[in-house]
């Protein structure tokens, strides 16, 4: 870039001044010899293009404002400014007319002014440039790695982008591969239905045609049953109507030899077994009237009837507790006459209640027991007298228990070839159907027998200072009952109880009757055994062992007494 310079005239000043800087004189000079006319071509806009940046948060400048620095700075120092005629090189001069030895000086002046600004503005430049590209550098460093993150930030988002998409689709697929089977499973499964729906459709026509068929053939049976049932009730009706008749017959035929042997024996001073009879009714009587005039009531009575039960709970422990000590039978009899006193003072049902199930459960324990062991007969005899002592009102109570269970106490006896005459007698059905066999219903006879002779043998202490409510002369009656009795009446049964009766009660009978009840002891074990000998009754001939054994050693059966 090139300057030139033109003398201007200043206000006052002549025109021939104007003559040394006419147009034919003036010369065109560097202003800065580093100048070249590369820089001078610049234009506004190239200069524009190269932009030189500050250091430290300089401005940005163009080459083109810094050439217009440089011209700025030579209009300061021009002649013709006020600035420039204070400048040292223009206060020596005396005349305006310059010669060209004076405009050279004033060039190397002014060219050594502009080399010294240049060479300062150099290394400003320099420096600036630096900087610039220091801060350049590090901008593009920055930029790079801004970029570099921005790649990485770009990379990692595509990444995620593609991750998530590729997740996507792979749960597109997924959800259509399991859209397919369960479209594949509603379908199997409709199929299995409807096959299961067409097979159960199909068992069901077929059951029900069984069903049909099946019903149609148990109506068919059925008619057919209850055709043969008819016929078989019919049959049966008409045979038990025939069965019936003749044993009435045959009943009234015997009931008519009995009563003729009765009236026979009456007649020759036997046993009047018409009052037998009327003795075992009178007991009969007494179970229906415990049955209706003191069960029934208690059991309509929830008060009576709860406490009834509790005493229940209390009586029945005590039999089973009884031993072969006295000590015992006391505490049980202190005890079981606790309980009935207790409850008379409750109420008068509940004792006779009371009374009835103590009665009823002396005569269980003998069958269950004694019937095994005789010797348990002793103290539960024992305690029944005391009892009866004690409570008067047991006596009839007992009675009729051992009456229903077991007749042969009082002698009594009737034909057993009819369920009537079994039951009268005491029989038993263990399976409630089949009758007992007649070992077994002799044994229970026998124990049974056993405590009633206990009770009527026994001698009561001088402390009671009272009658003995059931004295040993009902067993002189019962010996006297069995030996009256028709032999060709007689069993196996009635030779049991009266060998029981002898063990217990042979020793007492003898101390109470004497001679004659040696007499009569000789005529059981002896004369009426024979009478039976025919028919080989098994305790026929233990009865003819025990009295064979009495006239051997001279000494009567007893009962082991019980221990202190």
């Known amino acids: 870039m090139r300057f030139s310079i033109h003398r201007h005239n200043e206000p006052g000043e002549e025109s021939g001044y104007d003559s040394l800087w006419s147009d034919s004189e003036e010369e065109e000079f560097p202003v800065n010899p580093s100048d070249d006319e590369d820089e001078d071509a610049l234009t506004p806009e190239e200069d524009e293009a190269d932009v030189s940046w500050g250091g430290n948060g300089q401005t940005m400048e ?4 810094r050439q217009y620095k440089r011209r700025s700075i030579l209009a300061d120092y021009s002649p013709n400014t006020s600035s420039s005629a204070n400048h040292p090189y223009f206060r020596h001069r005396s005349s305006p007319v310059l010669t060209r030895a004076q405009l050279n000086a004033d060039l190397e002046n002014i060219n050594d002014l502009i080399g010294k600004w240049s060479i300062s503005n150099l290394d400003k430049y320099k420096q600036e440039r630096e900087d610039e590209q220091s801060y350049a550098q590090s901008q593009w460093e920055q930029l790079h790695a801004q ?4 790649i990485a930030d770009v990379d990692d988002t595509v990444s995620s982008v593609t991750q998530r998409r590729r997740a996507k689709i792979q749960a597109m697929i997924e959800n259509r591969r399991l859209y397919q089977e369960l479209l594949e499973k509603e379908r199997r499964e409709k199929e299995e239905a409807e096959r299961r729906a067409r097979e159960e459709a199909e068992r069901k026509a077929r059951e029900e045609a069984e069903r049909r068929a099946r019903e149609e053939a148990e109506r068919k049976a059925r008619e057919e049953a209850e055709r043969k049932a008819k ?3 019919e049959r049966k009706a008409e045979e038990e109507k025939m069965r019936k008749k003749k044993e009435e017959e045959e009943r009234r035929q015997k009931e008519e030899e009995e009563r003729k042997a009765k009236e026979k024996a009456e007649k020759e001073g036997y046993t009047m077994w018409s009052k037998v009879d009327e003795e075992f009714k009178h007991y009969k009587d007494k179970i229906e009237h415990i049955k209706t005039s003191i069960l029934a009531p208690v059991s309509k009575n929830s008060d009576i009837k709860k406490f009834c039960f509790t005493t229940k709970r209390h009586l029945k422990p005590k039999l089973g507790q009884l031993t072969d000590s006295k000590q015992q039978l006391k505490t049980i009899l202190s005890e079981v006459d606790k309980i009935l006193n207790d409850a008379k003072n409750h109420n008068e049902l509940a004792y006779k209640w009371a009374i009835n199930f103590f009665a009823k459960a002396i005569v269980a324990q003998a069958e269950a027991e004694v019937s095994v062991k005789i010797q348990a ?5 024992t305690l029944a007298l005391q009892v009866m002592v004690r409570h008067n009102e047991l006596v009839e109570f007992l009675l009729a228990r051992f009456v229903k269970k077991c007749p042969h106490v009082i002698g009594f ?5 009819t369920e009537e005459g079994r039951t009268r007698m005491g029989w038993k059905r263990p399976d409630g159907e089949k009758w007992e066999d007649e070992t077994m219903y002799s044994e229970r006879m026998a124990g049974i027998c056993s405590v009633w002779t206990v009770i009527n043998q026994a001698k009561l202490s001088a402390a009671h200072n009272q009658k003995h409510p059931y004295p040993i002369s009902h067993s002189w009656r019962f010996i006297a009952r069995h030996l009256n009795r028709d032999p060709s009446t007689l069993t196996n049964t009635d030779f049991a109880v009266v060998a029981a009766w002898w063990e217990v009660a042979s020793d007492r009978f003898l101390q109470a009757y004497g001679k004659q009840g040696a007499k009569l002891l000789n005529l059981v074990w002896d004369n009426w055994t024979a009478s039976c000998k025919d028919k080989q009754y098994p305790a026929a001939a233990r009865l003819r062992l025990l009295g064979e054994d ?4 001279g000494k009567p059966m007893a009962l082991k007494p019980m221990a202190e």
Do not use: K
Request: charged content about 30%.
């Open 147 to 150: 970029e570099q993150d921005d």
């Open 62 to 65: 163009t080459s083109f404002e």
């Open 550 to 553: 009495w006239v051997n050693s």
């Open 413 to 417: 006896s009737c034909p057993v070839d």
């Open 377 to 381: 007969a002793l103290p539960l005899g």
């Open 231 to 233: 016929e078989e009730a």
